[in-house]
């Protein structure tokens, strides 16, 4: 069985472009979520998706979004990136946004602002 | 609110017992899980316990859980190079799935 997959592993940008990072998850799963790992920081979660809708947003600004698609893949986009958006994005995926469906995630995409 | 702690740093000798300790807030918590995260990798599941156990073994390793102290504890046996890596513990709360991280201990095991 195939994992949660992440693209770009790497991702280099510059303040004020955008970025899109995408994630497929485990064939089956509904529920896709987000987190940000900022260096020396633990996991601050950034979204949840399940069914194609926006279920629960963290504590980030609104140029931080996302969608989920059909096939429950999901894109996360961020805007206006600033020097502290750099981090690891990771996602992760369960069966259905239920407490007793455990996250399985992503290797990440490692997002660097120059 | 929902809050886990866990202590920054652990360092043990190969061959012996790591402990790994998580305490949490959230009192309605009703899973608690351990993830590992290997150097540029993203988190891999260890293995959970719902809140009315009070242990688990999977093989090395044995998930303790003291719901009075809201204490949760991950005891590697026969701890390996191979186990070196940050272990975060969370918790689980809410009618629907919000799991809250704890900070990560950074496992050392020395040869």
């Known amino acids: 069985e195939a994992g949660v997959t992440q693209s770009p592993t790497h991702l280099i940008k510059t303040r004020g472009q955008q970025a899109t990072l995408r994630c497929s998850p485990i064939?089956?799963?509904?529920?896709v979520y987000w987190y940000q790992q900022a260096l020396g920081l633990g996991l601050q979660f950034l979204l949840w998706?399940?069914?194609?809708?926006?279920?629960n947003r963290g504590n980030f600004p609104p140029r931080f979004s996302g969608r989920q698609f059909p096939n429950y893949s999901s894109e996360l986009n961020v805007n206006a990136l600033e020097l502290e958006d750099s981090a690891l994005y990771l996602c992760?995926?369960?069966?259905?946004?239920?407490?007793?469906?455990?996250?399985?995630f992503g290797d990440g995409t490692r997002l660097s602002i120059l | 609110g929902e809050d886990v702690e866990q202590s920054l740093f652990l360092s043990v000798r190969e061959g012996d017992s790591s402990v790994i300790n998580c305490t949490y807030t959230?009192?309605?918590?009703?899973?608690l899980y351990w993830y590992k995260q290997e150097p540029g990798a993203g988190l891999q599941l260890l293995t959970y316990?719902?809140?009315?156990?009070d242990m688990k073994q999977d093989q090395r390793l044995t998930v303790l859980l003291n719901k009075k102290d809201k204490h949760l504890s991950l005891r590697i046996a026969d701890t390996q190079t191979g186990d070196s890596a940050i272990y975060f513990c969370?918790?689980?709360?809410?009618?629907?799935?919000?799991?809250?991280f704890g900070t990560g201990t950074k496992l050392q095991v020395i040869p």
């Open positions: 992760a995926s369960s069966l259905a946004g239920q407490i007793n469906q455990p996250q399985h």
């Open positions: 064939s089956g799963h509904t529920s």
């Open positions: 998706y399940d069914e194609g809708e926006e279920r």
């Open positions: 959230d009192s309605s918590s009703t899973y």
């Open positions: 316990i719902f809140s009315n156990m």
């Open positions: 969370a918790q689980g709360s809410g009618g629907y799935q919000k799991v809250t």
